[in-house]
């Protein structure tokens, strides 16, 4: 079986993960995989924006996807800056730190990412 992928490697050990919990057998099958577990297919397209959600998952993975979602397009946005992230999630910079542990979040893979887009042209200085 192939299965497109366009994340980033962090997101594909996240699904491989939730996908040998889900599997009831020695081999990972597509029904196992996201469009099935909570996240679409067009949701894992690695824009860095979720087009839509599962709503047969329970409301607390609904909820900690959601949230995991707007941490990256804020980080995304600010290039891993903490206080300019914070502040416009309208948390301190404490709450932040402690929801991107819990998301697995890494402020550096922002900044480079920053940079890396910066050097090809593709960040705006508007």
Do not use: C, F
């Amino acid at each position: 079986m192939s299965y497109p992928w366009q994340g980033n490697v962090r997101e594909l050990g996240n699904v491989i993960e939730r996908a040998i919990l889900r599997t009831s057998g020695p081999v990972i099958r597509e029904v196992d995989l996201p469009g099935h577990s909570g996240v679409s297919k067009e949701a894992v397209n690695g824009n860095g924006r979720h087009a839509s959600y599962d709503y047969e998952v329970p409301l607390k993975e609904y909820l900690r996807r959601a949230e995991k979602d707007y941490l990256t397009h804020v980080l995304r946005k600010y290039r891993g800056g903490i206080n300019l992230s914070a502040k416009h999630s309208l948390v301190d910079a404490a709450t932040l730190h402690r929801k991107m542990k819990l998301h697995g979040l890494r402020r550096e893979e922002y900044r480079l990412r920053g940079k890396m887009d910066a050097a090809e042209g593709l960040v705006s200085n508007a």
